[in-house]
């Protein structure tokens, strides 16, 4: 006869109370505990004056998140030379007005941004499993899959005329420039979220514009292709987000995901890209909100990042 092995209950209640305890602290402790990264970058000319940006990314603003509101308030007072949002602000179809609230400090400041595919698609519904399975199977978004069917439409625009009418910089698809307090010009080129297949790298080629103190690269989503691309093209830095940084971690060992292809050690903080026989900066944000229906974080808490960009050795 077959041995049948059963859990002891109490080993068994345990266990349940461990994972209770566990998606507890993910979505009541964790995903509420925002961060300031913190990040030095040797990538300015020599002898250019240190800049100091302030990088914002996947907000997924749901109406009443009062203290992610009142912590992105706050980082206006880092005085941040320029601002870079790299998209996902929404994941509600009525957050665009608290999304305007919280940024509306940092919207005082020299600032661009690209948008993210839940910039202008609502959330759905999903298996978590199904990051696991899209690793596996190599396919992201609709890198891959069918196209969305169904999807819920949001308010973009509303989004896009408030920050150009603040002064932001609308990098989809274009270049644009800053020009700082300091006198510095900065000269961005952005693409359209990778993710859903939106980028036009053509429509931008060819890499820095030398007239700029300095170029730097901005994307939502951190795909090989637009990295190569950018990388290959001289720009000596790259920001993204998107990858919420694994969102759900393993402790010691990091992500599982990135919900695109670039590799999971590079899901979130500062490392390199090479490709052309060139290398450039990569950063990616682990971004500060959750989709909706997923709000939990574990071993990756919410953040944005102040990066002071400084001289590179002559």
């Excluded at 600032?111 to 596996?136: C, H, I, M, Q, T």
């Excluded at 990778?194 to 795909?223: C, M, N, Q, T, W």
């Excluded at 390199?272 to 808490?301: D, I, K, M, Q, W």
């Amino acid at each position: 006869m077959r041995a049948r092995y059963r859990i002891p209950l109490k080993t068994a209640v345990g266990l349940t109370a461990f994972g209770a305890a566990c998606v507890g602290y993910a979505a009541g402790v964790e995903a509420r505990s925002f961060r300031l990264r913190r990040v030095s970058v040797p990538v300015l000319p020599p002898g250019m004056h240190p800049l100091r940006v302030l990088q914002v990314s996947d907000i997924h603003m749901v109406c009443g998140q009062r203290k992610k509101q009142r912590w992105l308030r706050e980082l206006a007072a880092l005085r941040p030379d320029f601002v870079i949002n790299t998209g996902d602000n929404l994941s509600d179809t009525e957050g665009v007005p608290e999304v305007l609230d919280a940024l509306g400090p940092l919207m005082e400041y020299p600032g661009a941004y690209v948008f993210g595919s839940n910039d202008y698609y609502g959330p759905k519904p999903r298996n978590p499993a199904k990051y696991l399975r899209e690793k596996a199977s190599g396919r992201h978004g609709l890198n891959g899959n069918a196209p969305a069917v169904g999807a819920i439409h949001n308010p973009w625009e509303e989004l896009r005329d408030a920050f150009d009418a603040a002064g932001w910089v609308g990098l989809t698809n274009t270049r644009g420039r800053l020009k700082l307090d300091g006198g510095q010009e900065i000269a961005l080129t952005g693409l359209d979220d990778p993710h859903i297949k939106r980028d036009r790298y053509g429509e931008v080629a060819g890499g820095p514009e030398e007239d700029a103190d300095f170029s730097l690269a901005v994307v939502h989503a951190p795909y090989l292709r637009v990295l190569d691309a950018f990388t290959a093209d001289r720009y000596p830095l790259i920001l993204a987000g998107h990858t919420h940084g694994g969102q759900l971690c393993v402790p010691f060992y990091g992500a599982l995901v990135t919900n695109c292809d670039l590799d999971t050690e590079r899901v979130k903080g500062l490392s390199t890209h090479r490709a052309g026989g060139h290398e450039s900066y990569l950063h990616v944000s682990a971004g500060c909100g959750t989709n909706r229906y997923t709000p939990v974080r574990f071993a990756c808490p919410p953040e944005a990042t102040l990066l002071t960009l400084h001289p590179r050795e002559s």
